[in-house]
Structures are given as C-alpha cells and as structure tokens.
C-alpha cells in the first residue's frame, strides 16, 4: 500500500511563492499518476493538478494555470508542487493523492491513495 506525506505548507503573503513535496512510502510511484487536491474552508475538495506516471502529461485547474507547476522525481519517490503568484483564495489544506488509472482526471473516486493534508495560508 502506497502511503503519502506532503510537507512545504505554511504561512506566505500574498505574490509569494511555496513548493509543496509529496513523498511516497510503501511502493514506487512508478506505477502511479499523482494530483494535488486542495480544499478550502467551506468548501468542497477540488482538484488542483494531475501528473501522469512518465511525467510527460500534466492538468492544471484553471484557476492555478500559469501559476502553480507541478513535477516528479521517481527516484526519489517524490512530486512536487511550485506555487508562485499565490492569492487569497489559494488558502486551503491541499492533499496529494495517487491512482493507478490513464485517464487524466480529478475524479476523487480513481484515485486510491491519499496524503493526510497540509495547510497553506495565504494572508498579508
């Protein structure tokens, strides 16, 4: 079984930047696509990014388009998240999660493994 641990949340102002790490235990990502979720306060989870298993295909959410990018880095079991020109409603606890399937997607149900979250809190 895939465990999943983010790390990077944290306090930043506005216009600033973080870089979310997502580290995989149990097994090789390899073998999975990663998302970064994210949900704010009163709202429902939605997806932020998608990376294939090769790396080769990313999603982004609209409203992260340009601003957020997201990597990974098999041989360390990791995928990463740059966020810069962050804003206000970038406050969330985003979520990294794992899933075995091609289709590139942010639905909830195909993605088999989760991280337990972290908090970032944009504010000046």
């Known amino acids: 079984q895939l465990q999943l641990v983010e790390s990077g949340g944290g306090l930043v102002q506005p216009g600033g930047s973080l870089r979310l790490s997502c580290v995989a235990s149990g097994s090789t990502i390899d073998n999975y696509a990663i998302a970064w979720f994210r949900q704010a306060p009163g709202k429902e989870r939605q997806g932020v990014s998608r990376i294939d298993h090769s790396g080769g295909v990313t999603l982004y959410a609209d409203s992260v388009k340009d601003r957020f990018t997201i990597s990974r880095d098999n041989a360390k079991n990791t995928v990463y998240l740059q966020m810069n020109s962050l804003k206000l409603e970038d406050t969330a606890v985003y979520y990294c999660?794992?899933?075995?399937?091609?289709?590139?997607?942010?639905?909830?149900?195909?993605?088999?493994?989760w991280g337990q979250g972290i908090h970032v809190t944009v504010s000046s």
């Open positions: 999660a794992a899933s075995r399937s091609y289709v590139i997607e942010f639905s909830e149900g195909s993605y088999d493994s």
